[in-house]
Structures are given as C-alpha cells and as structure tokens.
C-alpha cells in the first residue's frame, strides 16, 4: 500500500515536473532543469568517451574490469567531471531562473491578484459572473501564471466599457468588442446552413428594449429619479440575461440584449418573460398621483443571424436596425409588449437584402420576413 501511494505521488510530481510554465514550486523546476542538464551532459560525455576511445584505439562497448587502466581512468575522469559539470552548471540555471523569472513572476502575480480584487470591486455582483462565465466573454485558459494577468487584463480593461449609471456595458463596448464575437458566431454559422437544430445548440438574439414613457418620469420626478430607475432597469434585465449573454446600454432610455439561447427555447417566450418581469420588477415607489405604479418596456428582436442561408448578408449593426424597428411598432402598437423578426423567403439579391435592413414593413410586404407578435 504504502509503495503504491509512493508511486502515485512520484507520478503526479513528475506530471508537474514536465508540466513547463505551470510549476507551482521552484523544487519542481530545479527538478526539470537538473533532469534537462543530466541528459544533455550524458550525451555530451558519451560522444567525447567515443570520440577518445576512437582516437587511442580503445573498445567503447567493453565492461569496465576488462578495460585498460588507462581507458577506465578515462571514464572515470569523464564521468567525475560530467557530474561535477552537471551539478554546476544546474545549480547555475536554477538560480538564474529563480532571480530573473520565478521570484518576479510569482511578485507579479500577488500584485494581479491584488489589483484584480480592486477592479472587480468597481462592478456589480452581476458584472464580475459575466466576465466569468458568459458565452461572450471567454478567456482560454491553459493553468499558466498568463492566465492571471489575461484574466486582471480582462477585468480591468472592461471598465471602459461599464456604464456606471445602469451597471450594464456601454455602447463602446457592443462596438469594440462584441460586435467582433458576433461576426466570429456568423462565420461559424455558415457551416451550419441547412443542417437541422438539435437538442441544446446555441441560437442567438438581439433585443431592443425602450423604457415607456421615460421621458415623463425624468419630466415629473427630475432626472435623478431617472438615474434611479435605469439603475433598476438594469440591474432587472441583468439579472434575467444572467450567464446567457450581455445587456448593453444602448444610449438614453435604450437596452441591447445580446442572449444565447439553447434550442427549443422560444425566442417568443422569451420577450414575453423580459416583458412580463419587467414590469413585475421596475417600479415608481412612493406616495401621490403617477408612484406607485409600474414602469413597462417595448421591446423588438430578430434571430441572428436572421438569414441562416446567407447568415453574412446582415451585418450585426444592421441586426441592430432591424430590432430598432421591430421595437419602434412595439411602441406604435400600445407599448409594453413585443415584435419580433422571423425570416420567412431570404431575399435573393443584395439590393432586396439593403431594402429590408432599412425597412421591416418592406420586408414583411415582400414575404421576407414575418412579424411576431403576442
């Protein structure tokens, strides 16, 4: 039992030892070098044991009592000073390794670490799970140190994008950084064209969403209270999107949803539960005439891609357009419901796919897409 533990534990420490870059010790490293030098060293010594034996017409492969006495002085002296070479020149390149990578590598890390708490203090609950696990931010992972400061990198750099007065990101972030995913997810999507859905694959939407009637509770309460209510508004829609996507301020009273869903989900249902919780959770509270009352939302999506067949004929900002107005007959139809984009026949020339980016009612005239409505 206790030689079998013994070779368990020597076998995860080697693992280690050839882990290279991912050493958590300066014994594991030492080990590795140690082990790099000896075997360059044996090769080394052997050629030059051969290369004398050649020259004063020794046999190389003989057993060493057989040996003349000089040709096992040979060996020995080469062997002695290989060893003492190895110890040396190991002993060597540990310490430089120690003094010019581990030690300031290991100093850096604890002040990523660090600096990583203090930039994660600066967002949100929900903001730090979305740089953690959300299918749009992904940070490769391979249990290196470079891991740390990709992910320090990742976080801190994200605060150019956050939108203090909601929590969301900003519309800099949409344009710099998710829009470049989401090209990335339309490529891909063209090796997909025609093949059925199957159970628990990714389909993506983009949701407009307004707040109703923003302007008069910025009218009648001051633009303070407004603040407040964005703020709610979205810490609501980021508590709904949770780990499936990001929220976006798009500007002024205006959301971007950018969800990844998992076929069969309903897009439709979806919106409706946007919808229905919005209006659960976002609230005017206090006394007098117009509190108390609930806060409602437009809302307009389109799939994305819309068009499978020809997923790079759309352009994300143009998906964006597309939900812009699938938003604004939201708003001419009552508000606090939704319209949706349902690809119907693709448009089969660049000139009819321009004409539908710039006008939902052409296309839906034109049998290209339909309109989805509660």
Known sequence: MTL?????KARRFLSKVFGVGKWDNLSEAATFIFICATLFLFVVGMFLYSFL?????????????SMPKSQGLMLLTITLGMLLIDFLMGTFFVWMYDKLIFSPTNQIIEDIAQKTEKA????????RQLVD???????ASTGTWVDSIDRYINLAGNEKYYDETTGCFNRKYFSQVLAGILKTEMLCDLKKAGELKTYGSNEYAIFMIDIDHFKWINDEFGHQYGDEILALVGKTLRKIV???GVVVRNGGEEFLLIVCLNYPESVEAYAENVRAVFEKQVRITGQGAG???PVTCSIGYTPFPLIHEQPTGISVLDHVKLADQAMYLSKTSGRNTWRGIESFHPPVSEGEVLKLVDSIEYGEKSRYI???HP
């Not at 034996?53 to 009592?65: H, L, P, R, W």
């Open 53 to 65: 034996c050649f020259i004063m017409d020794f046999k190389i492969f003989t057993s060493f009592s």
């Open 291 to 293: 509190k108390n009352r």
């Open 242 to 244: 949770s780990g499936k």
């Open 120 to 127: 994660a203090s600066a967002f949100p609950l929900e903001m």
């Open 4 to 8: 079998q533990y013994n070779i368990r």
């Open 370 to 372: 339909r309109i989805s």
């Open 133 to 139: 696990d959300n299918p749009f931010i992904q940070v």
